[in-house]
Every structure is written in structure tokens, then in C-alpha cells.
């Protein structure tokens, strides 16, 4: 009995040990595979929020990393991607996170350029209610197309709220909260970027975190 049951043990413990170098072996043959598909996707992303027609530079090859938790949601340092033209910072799309949606964080990304004008807004990351909440991502919903063109003045503030406090975005029928925490996260994101440009296009092209 004994003889048996520790037979059975070195059976399953071979067998976990072979199921463990099985998934080491595939994840090593297809990180790369999915590190390039990452960047295809974000190309894809980055191309959808600031026109081609401005810029000359491949974008996802100009990250540098901006570390700024009251404005972009997180202690961690998010990248920011610059556009250039001839060699001169024209926009941003800048990573940001919206730590108080109704089911977490929220990801995002915001593309502005230097007039302070939002280009395109895509949601990267979200576990938001499905039907409701999940009309932030553009798959969904229209709704991120809202913030194409807006900027903000010490005038119409008020305005970069959802209807229901008084701002001019829409809210979600029977989803208020996601939509409320979205746009006070684009808000944040871009008046961090309108009071700190310049620093921010100063610092190195480099997205690789120590």
C-alpha cells in the first residue's frame, strides 16, 4: 500500500515537472512572438490618435517614461509616446490610468499635441461592466471620439465633467461612475501635459524601467 501510494506521488511529481518544463519551453519560443505583436498593436493605436500627416518619426521606437501619480493614476512610471516632425516634438500620447472606475483601473491612452488639443483617446486596459461601462472602448461605443478636439481653459473647466455634474460629456445609461472616472483621468492627463511640456520633451528617449 505504502510502496504504491509513494509510486503514485513520483508519477504525479514527474509528471507536474515535465508540465512545468513544457510551459517554460513554449513561453521562451513565443515571447518574442508576443513582444512583436504587442508593438504591432500599439503601432496600430498610436496611428489611430495622431495623424500620420503630422509627424515624420516611428512612434512606438520615441518613449521616454513619465512618472506623475497624482496626474496619471499610478506610483509607476507610464510611457509617453512623442511624435516629431524634422526632428521637432509636435504631440504626445501619453499612458494614464484611471484608478476609480466602477470594476478598477481603468488604461488609457491620450494623444495631444502642443496646442493643448486633445487628437484621440483609446482605451488599453478595462474590466468596466459589460453592456454598460464597456462603451469606453472604441470597439463598443463612440464615446472616446468625444474628447477629439477638446482642451481645456481656466474658462470652461466645468465643462470636463459628465452632463450629470454639470459638464458636457455623456454618461451611460445605468453606468455613471466609468464614465465620470474616465474623463476626470483624460483631464488630469492633459492638464499634467499643458503645465509640463517642455520638461517632459527634455527628457531621455527611453522606455526601460530599472
Not at 484621440?120 to 486596459?125: C, S
Not at 474590466?127 to 464597456?134: A, K, R, V, W
Not at 474628447?147 to 452632463?163: L, M, S, Y
Not at 483631464?187 to 524601467?209: G, H, M, R, V, W
Amino acid at each position: 500500500m505504502k510502496k504504491s501510494m509513494l509510486r503514485n506521488g513520483l508519477i504525479l511529481a514527474l509528471f507536474a515537472l515535465i508540465c512545468t518544463a513544457l510551459v517554460a519551453v513554449v513561453n521562451h519560443l513565443t515571447a518574442d512572438k508576443i513582444v512583436a505583436q504587442e508593438k504591432l498593436e500599439l503601432g496600430r493605436v498610436l496611428h489611430q490618435i495622431i495623424p500620420d500627416k503630422i509627424h515624420d518619426n516611428q512612434l512606438t521606437d520615441y518613449c521616454t517614461l513619465v512618472h506623475a501619480p497624482k496626474a496619471l493614476g499610478t506610483d509607476n512610471p507610464l510611457p509617453a509616446y512623442v511624435a516629431t516632425k524634422d526632428g521637432k516634438p509636435v504631440a504626445i500620447a501619453m499612458e494614464s490610468i484611471a484608478p476609480d472606475g466602477y470594476s478598477g483601473d481603468i488604461k488609457m491612452i491620450v494623444a495631444i499635441n502642443n496646442a493643448g488639443v486633445v487628437l484621440g483617446v483609446r482605451t488599453l486596459y478595462q474590466q468596466e461592466t459589460p453592456g454598460l461601462g464597456d462603451k469606453i472602448d472604441i470597439r463598443k461605443s463612440n464615446w472616446v471620439e468625444s474628447f477629439v478636439g477638446k482642451f481645456i481653459t481656466p474658462e470652461n473647466e466645468q465643462e470636463w465633467h459628465v452632463k450629470k455634474d454639470g459638464g458636457e460629456f455623456d454618461q451611460f445609461t445605468g453606468a455613471t461612475i466609468t464614465p465620470r472616472a474616465y474623463v476626470k483621468a483624460v483631464k488630469k492627463t492633459l492638464l499634467y501635459f499643458n503645465a509640463n511640456k517642455d520638461s517632459i520633451y527634455k527628457q531621455p528617449i527611453n522606455c526601460e524601467i530599472n
